[in-house]
């Protein structure tokens, strides 16, 4: 079922499109957007939260663009995990918690609390007398509070330490809400999500399931990113090639650090169905083969 759509989105700041043309819907089974930094993937997101207007193009949500859905709904169905520096400093974590609960049941503090794998005793402490993963914990559980469809992750474990990131992924892995999650790394939406999305320089350029972005990539900057996967809690992973080369602005935007660019790439390759994905790539079966 799909519960978010993306229409032919073209998202900017002021009049330069930094998201050009993206249809993309978010499904059962977690959806993941990868992409190095700059790419879009938070742009994106925004748009989804109903943070960002399309230039062009509709989200849906339901049978309804976000223009005409009751945004007070829409803001308890739709939460954001944010980064966990989001928390107010001078606010116990109890009280951060109980503030995202709906009335008449704030309450539900101690089982929220519990529910993300916290002692329910760190409710008398503020923010600076946790760890990055435990104020990562309070961060879920103040989006779980009010039982939202839908969460929308933007790098939730970039921050945390390896086993800290392991943890914190076995909790979203657990549970019943859906998500879309936003990383550099391959290996965190391999964990988390059964369709994964690879955006480059603001377009889709392959789309799938997870499994077989991984194990056979179509796009040669998904196999440069599937190369160059971090393991959990890595750096960001680099596009191998010339990776100081922006992307092109006419043809295929991925041209100048493709090890594959061949004349035909001078022409925009749309995106098409290949085997049960889609790709934007006039070599894709080269690639397939290669
Ligand atoms: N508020 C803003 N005003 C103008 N340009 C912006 C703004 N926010 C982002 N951009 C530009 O939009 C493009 C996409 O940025 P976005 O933050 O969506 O990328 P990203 O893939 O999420 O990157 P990162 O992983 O670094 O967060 C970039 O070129 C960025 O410079």
Not at 1 to 17: I, Q, S, W
Not at 157 to 162: E, H, P, R, W, Y
Request: hydrophobic share 40%; with cysteine.
């Amino acid at each position: 079922m799909t519960m978010l759509r993306a229409e032919r989105v073209t998202l900017g700041y002021g009049r330069t499109p930094v998201v050009h043309d993206v249809t993309l819907d978010i499904i059962e089974g977690g959806v993941g957007l990868i992409g190095e930094s700059g790419s879009g993937k938070t742009t994106l997101a925004r748009a989804f939260l109903g943070l960002l207007t399309p230039m062009s193009g509709n989200i849906w949500y339901g049978d309804q663009t976000l223009k005409k859905v009751d945004m007070r709904k829409f803001r308890k169905d739709v939460q954001p995990v944010f980064q966990a520096e989001a928390l107010d400093p001078r606010m116990r974590i109890g009280a951060s918690v109980a503030e995202a609960l709906p009335r008449g049941a704030r309450d539900r503090v101690k089982d929220l609390l519990e529910q993300v794998g916290l002692d329910p005793d760190v409710a008398t402490r503020r923010p600076h007398q946790l760890s990055g993963g435990q104020r990562q914990r309070v961060v879920i559980a103040r989006a779980l509070a009010v039982d939202p469809r839908l969460l929308i992750l933007d790098e939730p474990t970039s921050a945390l330490d390896v086993t800290v990131q392991a943890r914190i992924l076995d909790l979203l892995a657990s549970l019943d809400t859906e998500r879309l999650l936003i990383t550099h790394n391959l290996a965190v939406v391999d964990r988390l999500c059964r369709t994964a999305h690879v955006l480059f320089a603001g377009r889709v350029v392959e789309s799938g399931p997870t499994s077989e972005l991984l194990a056979k990539p179509a796009h040669p900057y998904t196999r440069a990113l599937r190369d160059a996967v971090p393991k959990l809690g890595g750096a960001p992973p680099e596009a191998k090639g010339r990776t100081e080369a922006v992307p092109a602005r006419t043809g295929c935007p991925f041209r100048l650090r493709c090890p594959l660019a061949a004349p035909e790439c001078e022409q925009p390759p749309a995106l098409r169905d290949l085997g049960g994905r889609q790709v934007a790539c006039h070599r894709a079966e080269d690639v397939l083969l290669s």
